[in-house]
């Protein structure tokens, strides 16, 4: 069964940092691509960040682009995003996502219907 655990949001100043960790169970986890995505109150989910099976590659949304940094340790089977100079409009339920099919690509990663599994999501909220 696999599981994907998400934890590290919270409430935080604008400006401010987080490190959100996606701990990953029941999966070979070097295999799978990782994204991360987020909603907030009212809106659709929206693509973050994403990362390939070795970590060799990644994409980011324009919105977080030399903000956040998506990393993994694929002997701890876990997935991570740094969130540096955080922003109100970055306050939303942060998800983590594993996709059963490793081709690679920017466009394919972007895309929540591509991925498998999702974890229970992590509240983030920064205030101004």
């Known amino acids: 069964q696999v599981q994907l655990v998400e934890s590290g949001g919270g409430l935080v100043q604008a400006g401010g940092s987080l490190r959100l960790s996606c701990a990953a169970s029941g999966l070979t986890f070097s295999a799978y691509p990782m994204g991360w995505f987020r909603q907030a109150p009212g809106k659709e989910r929206e693509f973050v960040a994403a990362?390939?099976?070795?970590?060799?590659?990644?994409v980011y949304a324009d919105s977080v682009k030399d903000r956040f940094t998506i990393s993994r340790d694929n002997a701890k089977t876990t997935a991570s995003l740094q969130m540096n100079s955080l922003r109100p409009d970055d306050t939303a339920v942060y998800y983590c996502?594993?996709?059963?099919?490793?081709?690679?690509?920017?466009?394919?990663?972007?895309?929540?219907?591509?991925?498998?599994?999702w974890g229970q999501g992590t509240q983030v909220t920064v205030s101004s």
């Open positions: 996502a594993a996709a059963s099919d490793p081709f690679w690509s920017s466009l394919r990663r972007r895309d929540a219907n591509k991925y498998d599994y």
């Open positions: 990362i390939s099976p070795i970590g060799g590659n990644t």
